[in-house]
Nanobody, 116 residues
Framework: QVQLVESGGGLVQPGGSLRLSCAAS????????MAWYRQAPGKERELVAV???????NYADSVRGRFTISRDNAKTMMYLEMNSLKPEDTAVYYC??????????WGQGTQVTVSS
């Protein structure tokens, strides 16, 4: 089994920055798909940024150019650098992982609030 633990959320003013972290443990593999999702109040959970199994990245249009997904070489840590934050970025952010052997795991989520 895989466990994911997020950290780094909080309250930030519009235009500010935050960095989220996701620590993975357990049965992980180098070609796992790794991603960040978010869910705002009253809205469906949406994909924010993803590492494909080939290591390519992709972003939601709403965050492209402002957010950057990254990870360590061991694929145990994943990050989401968020810049130029807007009130509409307010949400619970989740890390997600789909392993090469078919396990899909969510983290517990971390709240990001963008407000003055």
């Amino acid at each position: 089994q895989v466990q994911l633990v997020e950290s780094g959320g909080g309250l930030v003013q519009p235009g500010g920055s935050l960095r989220l972290s996701c620590a993975a443990s357990g049965r992980i593999f180098s070609r796992d798909i790794m991603a960040w999702y978010r869910q705002a109040p009253g809205k469906e959970r949406e994909l924010v940024a993803v590492f494909t199994s080939d290591g390519l990245t992709n972003y939601a249009d709403s965050v492209r150019g402002r957010f950057t997904i990254s990870r360590d070489n061991a694929k145990t840590m994943m990050y989401l650098e968020m810049n130029s934050l807007k009130p509409e970025d307010t949400a619970v952010y989740y890390c997600w992982r789909h392993t090469s052997v078919g396990d899909t795991v969510w983290g517990q989520g971390t709240q990001v609030t963008v407000s003055s």
